[in-house]
């Protein structure tokens, strides 16, 4: 096998776009809270999104483990660093949902929520500490980083090596 199924290719492109999607909307939501102004359909579309990107990652860890992966590049060192970084990016997009999904549990969202009424949600500073909505935001900052590591690597293999790696993650069968 040279390149990733075609439907690990689909989930792979599909991760990019929720995940943009995600992070667009956490942010929004945040300057929200802070500025007193969010709305429980601000937290149901944002839930959403993270929700779908947390059942995609599930779907994709399974189509991996049927499909495998293609071979290593060859180059050992890289490869490891590679596997590091790629295991670090599912670890990372599985602890960014659960964490969101904790936030709202363990704060006044839930409730605001299941009553339907938007006073009942946190206010600016609202969630007074509580750490796993700071986890949550954290996390989502060190996956960002992770991602543009993976890119640049990407970009690198692309047009430095030029080793047509980016094909692998092609829909176009070679
Ligand atoms: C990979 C998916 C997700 C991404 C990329 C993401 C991203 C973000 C970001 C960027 C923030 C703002 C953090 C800050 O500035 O402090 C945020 C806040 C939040 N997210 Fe997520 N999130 C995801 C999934 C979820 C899920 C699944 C839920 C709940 C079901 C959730 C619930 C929340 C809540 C309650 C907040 C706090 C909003 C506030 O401060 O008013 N998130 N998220
Ligand atoms: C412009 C953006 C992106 C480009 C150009 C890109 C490119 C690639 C390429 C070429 C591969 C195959 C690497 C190989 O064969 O060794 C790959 C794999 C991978 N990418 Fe991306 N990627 C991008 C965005 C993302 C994003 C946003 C995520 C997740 C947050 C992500 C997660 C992964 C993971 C986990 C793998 C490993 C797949 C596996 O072995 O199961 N990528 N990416």
Redesign the pocket.
């Known amino acids: 096998m040279k390149q990733?199924s075609k439907r690990?290719v689909i989930a792979?492109w599909l991760?990019?776009g929720l995940?943009v999607l995600a992070w667009y909307l956490g942010d929004s939501l945040s300057d929200s809270t802070d500025e007193s102004r969010a709305t429980l359909l601000g937290y149901v579309v944002h839930a959403t999104a993270g929700i779908a990107l947390l059942l995609l990652i599930a779907m994709?860890l399974f189509f991996?483990g049927k499909d495998g992966?293609?071979p290593a590049?060859g180059n050992a060192v890289m490869d490891r660093v590679?596997h590091g970084v790629?295991h670090t990016?599912?670890l990372l997009?599985l602890l960014v949902p659960i964490t969101g999904i904790l936030t709202v549990l363990r704060s006044s969202v839930a409730k605001a929520l299941l009553a339907g009424d938007a006073s009942m949600l946190p206010k600016a500073h609202g969630f007074h500490g509580l750490l796993v909505h700071k986890l949550h935001g954290t996390l989502v900052n060190v996956?960002i980083a992770v991602?543009v590591l993976?890119?640049l690597a990407?970009?690198k293999?692309q047009f430095i090596d030029k080793d047509g790696?980016?094909e692998?993650?092609m829909l176009r069968r070679k």
């Open positions: 990733y690990m792979h991760t990019l995940l994709r991996r992966t293609p590049t590679a790629h990016l599912y997009l996956l991602v993976h890119v990407a970009l293999h790696l980016l692998r993650m």
